[in-house]
């Protein structure tokens, strides 16, 4: 059996610095997730037009397709930073946790942890990188490297579920309810986090589960209290919002990021849903950052 490549990874924080230091922020990838843990020194950051001041045992969470924007970062920074692909990390949440609050760490991704709980963290995460490391240093044709493979996977999964708990403590979380209609809707949640860039259609997302239009919105609204365009209208806007303020594309080239016809489609759209055009947005916008 062929050796398979690790759903995470360790992030230096040095690399991190540099990439900052150089562009002063940062887009993570659309199947990527993570955390930091800061250990040392401070770091002043924007995500979602909502500034944080990141310290010693405060770990933040970063979620698919955001935009850091970094204010300040002290020389003495240090911290863990692990980065993990979305589908390795999803499927953790949906057996745990609501899926209506999945979403809740994108609008809230700061803990501060307790000295307790940061050591705990630090223990663990040192754990699972030296059987990390070990699985490197292991031969795949060994009788024991998929065994030691699984122990890796298995702390990965454990580190996760020690930081939910942490978040979990401090924000109110509703736990799993494992019903076919939960289903669909994590499903949904996912596959919206992957395609909401070239689909819009509820009609897309119903035909991936087998489900007709009808039907599906009527599970996504019952799920959420909210239905299925709504969703992806949020999801569509709050994007568009961030390459406005966060990139210097033209409109025009963020309208074709978004799939839309013209940018005049994408224009009429943007301002249905904020009240302002995509130009207006960015010099609002932006004008009240400096």
Same mark, same amino acid.
């Given at each position: 059996?062929?050796?398979?490549? %690790?759903?995470?990874?360790? +992030?230096? +924080?040095?690399?991190?610095? &540099? ?8 887009? &993570?990838?659309?199947? @990527?997730?993570?955390? $930091?843990?800061?250990?040392?020194? #401070?770091?002043? *950051? +924007?995500?979602?037009? !909502? ?5 010693? =045992? ?11 924007? +970094? ?7 240090? =911290?863990?930073?692990?980065?993990? #692909? ?12 609501? =899926?209506?609050?999945?979403?809740? @760490?994108?609008?809230?991704?700061? @803990? ?16 699972? #990188?030296?059987?990390?490391? %070990? ?11 998929? *065994? %030691?493979?699984?122990l890796v996977l298995s702390l990965a999964e454990s580190t996760f579920h020690e930081l939910l708990y942490y978040y979990a403590c401090k924000n109110r979380l509703e736990t799993s309810v494992t019903d076919s209609q939960d289903r669909v809707f994590q499903t949904f949640l996912y596959s919206l986090l992957k395609h909401c860039r070239q689909q819009r259609d509820v009609a897309f997302y119903a035909e991936e589960q087998c489900l007709s239009?009808?039907? $599906? ?8 209290? #909210? ?6 209208? !949020? ?6 919002? !961030? ?23 994408? =224009? ?5 849903? &904020? ?16």
């Open positions: 059996m062929p050796s398979q490549p %690790l759903p995470f990874s360790y +992030v230096s +924080v040095h690399d991190i610095a &540099t990439t900052f230091n150089s562009t002063s922020q940062m887009s &993570t990838a659309i199947d @990527v997730c993570g955390f $930091f843990l800061c250990q040392r020194g #401070r770091a002043e *950051v +924007v995500i979602n037009e !909502q500034t944080y001041v990141i310290s010693r =045992g405060d770990v933040y969470f970063y979620t698919p397709s955001t935009y850091i924007i +970094v204010k300040s970062l002290s020389a003495d920074l240090e =911290g863990i930073a692990v980065k993990c #692909r979305l589908d390795f990390v999803f499927p953790l949440l949906e057996r745990i946790v609501d =899926g209506q609050h999945i979403l809740m @760490v994108r609008e809230d991704p700061r @803990v501060h942890l307790s000295n307790e709980q940061r050591q705990s963290l630090e223990q663990l995460t040192a754990l699972l #990188r030296s059987h990390q490391q %070990l699985l490197l240093d292991t031969s795949p044709a060994s009788s024991s490297y998929h *065994v %030691l493979q699984q239009p009808r039907y $599906f919105s009527s599970i996504i609204k019952k799920k959420s209290g #909210r239905s299925a365009l709504q969703w992806i209208i !949020q999801m569509v806007i709050s994007s568009a919002s !961030q390459q406005l303020l966060y990139t210097d594309k033209s409109i025009k080239e963020i309208a074709s990021y978004f799939n839309f016809p013209t940018q005049s489609f994408f =224009g009429k759209y943007f301002k249905q849903y &904020t009240g302002v055009g995509p130009k207006e947005y960015r010099l609002q916008k932006r004008d009240y950052q400096l």
